[in-house]
């Protein structure tokens, strides 16, 4: 996946069911979880558990590229 600057992002989610992952290729991603902000640099790898809303973004002047695996809670 790749996010062009600027990309504000969706509304803050969750996906009941399913464990997110995500691992930083390029850029600099911003990811809000629940209440929480942080910035991803290159090779930041992230877990989102079922249940937790949260949304991505790119606020910086470079695409961030990333790769997302969804996997369905067994």
Do not use: I, K, W
């Amino acid at each position: 996946t790749t996010l062009q600057p600027g990309f504000s992002g969706p509304a803050p989610h969750s996906r009941p069911g399913t464990v997110e992952s995500f691992y930083v290729l390029a850029g600099v991603l911003t990811v809000r979880v629940n209440e929480r902000t942080e910035e991803c640099n290159r090779g930041t790898y992230l877990l989102m558990p079922p249940g937790n809303a949260y949304t991505l973004s790119n606020g910086g002047e470079d695409p961030v590229r990333l790769l997302q695996l969804l996997v369905p809670v067994a």
